[in-house]
């Protein structure tokens, strides 16, 4: 089954801060995704990637970054944290040819005062 | 975006009964993937189709790309159901999920 992992999974930080989220696969996927979720919503994708040095922009890139080093890490960066990215973070990947299936990460929780 | 409409919002179950979410899709999707979001904040991969039916236990879930709908059915719910469960869709000519909103159940003694 594939594996999908992420740390931190919990992060407090302040307003105004530098964070770094990381997401590890272990399974050769092609596609890497991070999505952040709130109460009311289902996940909304913010960036997402299909190989090492790839970027793609989703549907709430607004105030992060991300990078993708290596097929197996994609990274998420928030450089100047608000409180509106207090949220449960996800991070899935998929292989992107002849199916779809996404599979996901155990979430990081952060929270910014 | 709004491609994925879930249905309903909230749903409360007695032990032994059973009913069904559905999600409604305003394009063609290639597939569908069911999941729950259990109390640790987890995501557990339900179902995964691009066609027909799956069933796995008490669980059963249909898709259908022509009608742009999808059913998660839960028979014999049980208290640890509880939780709130998600339809996604990938859009054809894109490799993304779009979520629905959520449905959150509540099964109770």
């Known amino acids: 089954e594939a594996a999908v992992t992420q740390s931190p999974r919990n992060k407090v930080t302040v307003t105004g801060g530098n964070v770094t989220l990381s997401c590890r696969q272990t399974n050769s996927h092609n596609y890497m995704y991070w999505y952040r979720q709130d109460t009311g919503h289902g996940l909304r994708l913010i960036h997402y990637s299909y190989g090492a040095g790839n970027l793609q922009i989703g549907d709430v890139p607004d105030g992060y970054k991300a990078t993708r080093t290596t097929q197996e890490d994609f990274f998420l960066l928030l450089e100047l944290a608000s409180p509106s990215q207090t949220s449960l973070y996800f991070c899935?990947?998929?292989?992107?040819?002849?199916?779809?299936?996404?599979?996901f990460g155990p979430g990081t929780r952060l929270t910014v005062l | 975006g709004d491609q994925v409409e879930q249905s309903p919002s909230a749903l409360s179950l007695h032990e032994g009964t059973g009913s069904a979410l559905r999600c409604n899709f305003t394009?063609?999707?290639?597939?569908v993937q069911w999941f729950r979001k259990n109390s640790r904040g987890s995501l557990i991969n339900l179902f995964y189709?691009?066609?027909g039916t799956k069933e796995n236990g008490r669980l059963k879930s249909a898709f259908d790309s022509k009608e742009r709908y999808s059913t998660l059915h839960i028979r014999d719910a049980q208290l640890e159901d509880s939780g709130t469960y998600f339809c996604?869709?990938?859009?054809?000519?894109?490799?993304?999920?779009?979520f629905g909103s959520g449905t959150k159940l509540t099964v109770e003694p």
């Open positions: 189709l691009a066609s």
């Open positions: 899935a990947s998929s292989t992107g040819t002849g199916g779809y299936e996404q599979y």
């Open positions: 394009t063609t999707m290639r597939a």
């Open positions: 996604a869709a990938v859009m054809s000519n894109y490799n993304v999920l779009y």
